[in-house]
């Protein structure tokens, strides 16, 4: 009898703990192409999906219902591979499964976990109130506590209040790392509100199912080596191929660019060639060219060649994907060049070399192309604009300095410098991705 007694005690205490706790009534996936109000759904509500883009970020939205108690601090995500922790016998403070859920930290930081939080294209920090997109639950204990809006988290976590008897909307934009793993679901849970030494409310009543999300076949980025050649025309001497390293010679290249250091690279040479030139080497989805999805600073050498500025100075490290993508190089006083590429996850080298096929626009020199010389500013095009200081500093008799005005980079500004950005004004020099 007293067993008995104890067993139905228990039910009711479990079963009251959980009308009481914090519930979660709807959840959705959402893309990250536009503002709270207006991304676009992924699914319908309480699906999953599976996601393909290691760089794409996703957005999650859950529908809280607090009722445990008001309290203020950070809402937080955590996520599981552990099926049987994403079960209902899997929730509950205390739970054996609960070290099978892992913290997703903020933007940047040096993490093992699968997902970090992500900045947006569209939101800026921390967006509050939320309106209200998922509707209430009937499943609720409290369907119809009063809506009191939430907040988009994007980079970083962000202080927030919870008070008891309300109902939130929560969305949090997360973005896939190298430690991803293929063909995987990934569980979802909201953390709470981290206040002092607690962790309240919790939510661990799912009323929809927990979210969750799988990924694609060929999501995790490991390494492709890029073997990457380029050209300068305003450097480039057209009866040998190769580009003057003169800025070297005189000790002007500067030893820091784009965070990377290479303090000896006006005596550094790599397989025998001087370097001309940093550059920067970007990566971007064939369908969206002109927004990266990685930056490299780089070391250009005088036969064109592109390497890593970290000893040994290899080539390039590229993410290991599968797909159409553009590879972009940008220099600081000329028109960038870009070509199309076809990465997959089998090759362990690429190389792309921008100086002969298809590329965006460029300066025919003898059987090559090179990149066009002018662009001061870095509009995308040699425009009026850029004339004026290169004719300036040519009257100024600028010389011995890194100056942006010198396009053939002799380590002077002269009357050749003036001829370089006049002829590719006058060819209408102008980056389009639709060339490719």
Known sequence: ????????????????????????????WR?????????????????????NDPFAPVRLRISIYSNYQ??????????????D??????FGLGNVYDNNWIDIPAQGTATTAAFTLSSSAFITGTFSPTTNQLGTNSNASSPNDPFSGGAVTTSAYATST?????????????????????????????????????QVPQAYNYLSGVPNLKTGANIKVTNTGAALTVFLGGPFV??????????????LLPTTFGGATVSNINALTVGGKRVTDWVTVQLSNAATPGTPTNSYPALLLSNGSVVSPVSPYNNLVLPHVNGNFVITVKHRNHLAAAKA?????????TTVNLSTGTTTSQKAAGALKVMWPGDINQDGEVGASDISPVTASFLNGDAGTYNNADLDMDAETGASDVGHVKNSFLNGAFMDYGDL
């Open 162 to 198: 919870v008070q008891t008897s309300k109902r939130y909307e929560v969305e949090f934009t997360i973005k896939p790392t190298s430690n991803i793993d293929n063909n995987k679901v990934y569980y979802f849970r909201y953390k709470g509100v981290s206040g002092g030494a607690a």
């Open 31 to 51: 893309n990250d192409d536009g503002g709270e109000a207006a991304a676009t759904w992924k699914a319908a509500a309480n699906n999953q999906v599976t996601i």
């Open 85 to 90: 922790a994403a079960s209902p016998s899997g």
């Open 238 to 251: 057209t009866a040998t191929s190769t580009m003057t390293t003169l800025l070297a010679n005189s000790g």
């Open 70 to 83: 008001s309290d203020n601090g950070s809402l937080m995500l955590q996520y599981t591979t552990n099926a």
């Open 341 to 349: 590429v076809t990465l997959d996850n089998t090759m362990t080298t």
């Open 1 to 28: 009898m007293k067993k008995t007694l104890f067993a139905l005690l228990a039910v009711v205490l479990s079963h009251t703990a959980f009308a009481t706790a914090t519930q979660v009534g709807h959840w959705r």
